[in-house]
């Protein structure tokens, strides 16, 4: 493999962890929403709430994850 396709096999890969955050992002948005329309709800089911509310707590950790990747090395 030469150069310019490293290179190229770089940007591919910068371009998918970059798509993957904005979506994880809208994702993590479109479920705070959620949640914040269901506490307002008396009769919310609980375990319902606390699988979304893990859900987004997960989406939070792939979210840092991904962006701590995107972020260069300064040691390096």
């Known amino acids: ?5 490293e290179k190229n096999n770089v940007n591919t ?3 998918k962890n970059i798509e993957r955050l904005r979506q994880l992002r809208i ?14 709800d008396f009769k ?3 375990l319902q709430m606390k699988r979304l509310k893990r859900r987004k707590l997960m989406l939070k950790d792939q979210i ?3 962006e701590s990747q995107l972020i260069p090395d300064l040691n390096a």
């Open 1 to 5: 493999m030469n150069v310019s396709d």
């Open 64 to 66: 840092a994850r991904l």
């Open 27 to 40: 994702e993590h948005r479109d479920l705070d929403d959620v949640i914040s329309r269901l506490s307002m």
């Open 13 to 15: 890969d910068l371009f």
């Open 44 to 46: 919310v089911d609980e």
